[in-house]
């Protein structure tokens, strides 16, 4: 009975506790990513996607899928071409940092000079943004690359910058894209990086502004998770949230990498966006994993802050199980952290006004399993919705530049338990003092088959108490008492209480117009569920025979109940049929001389041939006109033998039905014989 009530707890369990919970990334991610980044034969369309699927499994450590072997062709065709276009080239040389396909040096230096020249004359953000984004690689791959006009590249790319923080894609678009200056931030930080003298101090300044006033206007959920969103864009420029977020992320962690000063991005936005794309789990579509993935590799290890990710492995703990309250402290990808110590700044039952029941108490950390515990957890606390407060406090106060831990952390508790169920007894009393006419106790552990008669002028009675582990009043989210007619007419109370105590009285004189009048035999039924009882329960208590009035001319009827549309095609009722006597016959000998009267013409009718002489004498000879005497003679046996079988086993119809085609044959070989006959009789007497 208590799995009937599964889906109640999970319900409740779901609508109660927020979606404040975030883990780092899983083999869950791992399992799904060759799966969503399915290659044909091992390769992809483009080497974008390529690019995006060598980078996801380098990330999540996957080496069981191999797509080199396709990749590096494609990588060295690209590299080669001097007809490929710039965001080819671009990707092809991130595949490449990854593979470490055979380049020579010389198609290293054309790609590099090739790259240069394309940066001199641009006019739109992506123009810049892949020439120089393939710079940046192929310096970090040994070879020298400088930027000569890296001060008037950075202006031209800085004057496509808003007041807000936002971007433009060219000069001649007039939208701004929050998209757009994660792209930008990356491409000032890789102008930065090639330059050949210092970048001119005043604009990095002003792009650090920008950079604040770009946080700004970042997002927020209830949750804490943060992100940032196209606000007027083209629909076919305009990525999602994701992307979005994925873009800044980029920009912001390439510019921070490229200056040696801090850029002031608090710590709680930074661990917002990584709750956000923790937040999401697992994209459905390829793009979006890589933007989640790439996202929060770059938050793992960045210049800015790194933020840890508080997790709970289990929400829902039980007192039977004696279950312990863990926290698992870690970065977004899962990697250690510097010592901390995660400490319960107050702990508080939802919806009650009592003092906390835990106050400023720090976990015991446990390195063999890594997780923060509360032993004493469960001694004092019943059961319910608790609200946990944490704080992440780090030992050492040089971490605090280093790693954000988010602030507090509001986490809902789920303690589930056993309830007691005590005093339960049913009783009919009577309607006039109330005197229990007959009483039974109950045992609300199992079924019980307690069978009471009552009419209209009596009461029915149900009481039980419900009590808590520690001996508490509990309040149960359903408390239900049903009645089932034998027609299968259902109705259903809701049983009230008092404390501890759970009582309810059914009056049957003001009931019964509820009931619809409907006599007889009603099945009592007891359902107590609770997302927190560990053992919520349907039982069945038993009967009562109730006696009411007849219904009134405008009573209410009761309700058709459904028919099952199966039942149509069960067994069907058996059909008694009572068949007349049979009317008296003649004795059998009497039948049997009737019988040798109706062969007495057919004996005249021999003899009547044997005295006409019969003979066969004028039989054809001839072979067409034999055939057809034949036919004749034999089709008027077969008429003779279907007379037989019409008095012995046929039908009328089926004998009507042969005898029409008989009668078609008969007539025509009949008619071709007797011609032949009437031209032979003819000739003799023309002889």
């Known amino acids: 009975m208590i799995q009937k009530l599964g889906f109640l707890a999970i319900l409740l369990i779901g609508s109660i506790c927020e979606a404040a919970i975030f883990h780092p990334i899983s083999d869950s991610h791992r399992s799904a990513a060759p799966e969503i980044f399915n290659s044909v034969d091992g390769s992809f369309k483009s080497l974008d996607e390529s690019y995006e699927a060598l980078r996801t499994f380098k990330i999540l450590g996957?080496?069981?899928?191999?797509?080199?072997?396709?990749?590096?062709?494609?990588?060295?065709?690209?590299?080669?071409?001097?007809?490929?276009?710039?965001?080819?080239?671009?990707?092809?040389?991130?595949?490449?940092?990854?593979?470490?396909?055979?380049?020579?040096?010389?198609?290293?230096?054309?790609?590099?000079?090739?790259?240069?020249?394309?940066?001199?004359?641009?006019?739109?953000?992506?123009?810049?943004?892949?020439?120089?984004?393939?710079?940046?690689?192929?310096?970090?791959?040994?070879?020298?690359?400088?930027?000569?006009?890296?001060?008037?590249?950075?202006?031209?790319?800085?004057?496509?910058?808003?007041?807000?923080?936002?971007?433009?894609?060219?000069?001649?678009?007039?939208?701004?894209?929050?998209?757009?200056?994660?792209?930008?931030?990356?491409?000032?930080?890789?102008?930065?990086?090639?330059?050949?003298?210092?970048?001119?101090?005043?604009?990095?300044?002003?792009?650090?502004?920008?950079i604040v006033k770009l946080f700004d206007s970042i997002e927020k959920y209830d949750d804490g998770a943060m992100f940032f969103d196209e606000k007027i864009v083209d629909l076919h420029e305009y990525q999602g949230p994701l992307s979005t977020s994925a873009s800044v992320v980029r920009g912001v962690v390439a510019f921070a990498d490229a200056t040696s000063e801090k850029i002031a991005v608090p710590g709680d936005k930074i661990s917002g966006l990584a709750k956000f794309f923790l937040g999401i789990g697992v994209p459905g579509n390829a793009h979006d994993f890589f933007d989640q993935i790439d996202a929060l590799a770059l938050l793992e290890d960045n210049r800015i802050?790194?933020?840890?990710?508080?997790?709970?492995?289990?929400?829902?703990?039980?007192?039977?199980?004696?279950?312990?309250?863990?926290?698992?402290?870690?970065?977004?990808?899962?990697?250690?952290?510097?010592?901390?110590?995660?400490?319960?700044?107050?702990?508080?039952?939802s919806g009650s006004k009592d003092a906390p029941i835990v106050e400023n108490k720090e976990l015991t950390y446990d390195a063999n399993s890594g997780f923060h515990l509360f032993d004493a957890f469960l001694k004092d606390i019943d059961v319910g919705v608790y609200e946990f407060v944490f704080k992440i406090a780090l030992h050492d106060s040089s971490d605090n530049g280093i790693y954000s831990a988010g602030g507090r952390t509001r986490v809902q508790v789920f303690v589930t338990?056993?309830?007691?169920?005590?005093?339960?007894?049913?009783?009919?009393?009577?309607?006039?003092?109330?005197?229990?006419?007959?009483?039974?106790?109950?045992?609300?552990?199992?079924?019980?088959?307690?069978?009471?008669?009552?009419?209209?002028?009596?009461?029915?009675?149900?009481?039980?108490?419900?009590?808590?582990?520690?001996?508490?009043?509990?309040?149960?989210?359903?408390?239900?008492?049903?009645?089932?007619?034998?027609?299968?007419?259902?109705?259903?109370?809701?049983?009230?209480?008092?404390?501890?105590?759970?009582?309810?009285?059914?009056?049957?004189?003001?009931?019964?117009?509820?009931?619809?009048?409907?006599?007889?035999?009603y099945n009592l039924q007891l359902t107590v569920g609770d997302a927190a009882m560990e053992n919520s329960f349907i039982r069945s208590l038993g009967s009562i025979d109730l006696d009411l009035p007849e219904a009134p001319e405008k009573a209410t009827r009761p309700p058709l109940q459904p028919v099952d549309p199966l039942s149509r095609f069960g067994p069907k009722a058996e059909i008694a049929h009572i068949f007349r006597v049979p009317e008296k016959r003649p004795r059998s000998e009497?039948?049997?001389?009737?019988?040798?009267?109706?062969?007495?013409?057919?004996?005249?009718?021999?003899?009547?041939?044997?005295?006409?002489?019969?003979?066969?004498?004028?039989?054809?000879?001839?072979?067409?006109?034999?055939?057809?005497?034949?036919?004749?003679?034999?089709?008027?046996?077969?008429?003779?033998?279907?007379?037989?079988?019409?008095?012995?086993?046929?039908?009328?119809?089926?004998?009507?039905?042969?005898?029409?085609?008989?009668?078609?044959?008969?007539?025509?070989?009949?008619?071709?014989?007797?011609?032949?006959l009437a031209s032979k009789s003819a000739k003799l007497k023309s002889t």
Not at 169 to 185: D, F, N, Q
Not at 318 to 336: A, E, F, P, R
Not at 458 to 464: A, E, M, V
Request: aromatic share 8%.
């Open 62 to 210: 996957i080496s069981n899928v191999d797509i080199s072997t396709s990749t590096c062709p494609l990588v060295e065709e690209t590299l080669k071409s001097s007809s490929a276009s710039l965001k080819d080239v671009y990707f092809a040389l991130k595949s490449n940092q990854i593979l470490k396909c055979k380049i020579s040096t010389e198609n290293y230096k054309a790609v590099g000079s090739r790259l240069q020249a394309a940066i001199s004359d641009v006019s739109s953000l992506l123009d810049f943004y892949f020439p120089i984004g393939g710079l940046m690689i192929l310096k970090a791959g040994d070879l020298d690359i400088q930027l000569e006009n890296a001060g008037d590249v950075f202006r031209s790319v800085k004057a496509l910058g808003q007041s807000d923080g936002r971007w433009r894609y060219s000069s001649s678009k007039p939208e701004s894209s929050t998209r757009a200056a994660g792209i930008a931030l990356e491409t000032l930080a890789g102008i930065v990086s090639l330059a050949s003298a210092d970048v001119d101090q005043s604009l990095i300044s002003a792009l650090k502004n920008d």
């Open 305 to 349: 802050s790194i933020p840890l990710v508080m997790s709970l492995p289990a929400t829902v703990l039980s007192l039977t199980q004696n279950d312990q309250l863990k926290v698992k402290v870690s970065t977004v990808l899962g990697s250690s952290t510097p010592p901390l110590t995660v400490k319960i700044v107050q702990a508080t039952k």
């Open 417 to 521: 338990g056993v309830i007691n169920i005590d005093s339960a007894e049913i009783s009919v009393l009577d309607s006039d003092l109330g005197n229990a006419d007959s009483k039974k106790a109950l045992d609300l552990s199992a079924d019980s088959s307690v069978s009471f008669s009552a009419n209209h002028l009596q009461k029915l009675r149900i009481s039980f108490q419900l009590a808590t582990p520690l001996g508490k009043a509990f309040k149960p989210h359903q408390v239900l008492l049903k009645l089932r007619h034998e027609t299968n007419v259902e109705h259903v109370f809701v049983v009230g209480s008092s404390g501890k105590k759970y009582e309810m009285t059914l009056d049957f004189l003001g009931l019964v117009d509820k009931l619809y009048y409907l006599s007889g035999k």
């Open 590 to 676: 009497l039948s049997l001389a009737f019988l040798g009267l109706t062969f007495v013409p057919l004996a005249g009718f021999l003899v009547g041939l044997l005295r006409l002489g019969v003979n066969l004498k004028n039989f054809p000879t001839s072979a067409v006109p034999a055939t057809f005497a034949t036919l004749f003679h034999a089709a008027i046996l077969a008429v003779l033998c279907l007379y037989a079988l019409f008095w012995l086993k046929l039908n009328l119809f089926t004998t009507l039905k042969v005898l029409s085609f008989l009668g078609v044959v008969l007539v025509f070989v009949g008619h071709r014989t007797l011609s032949h």
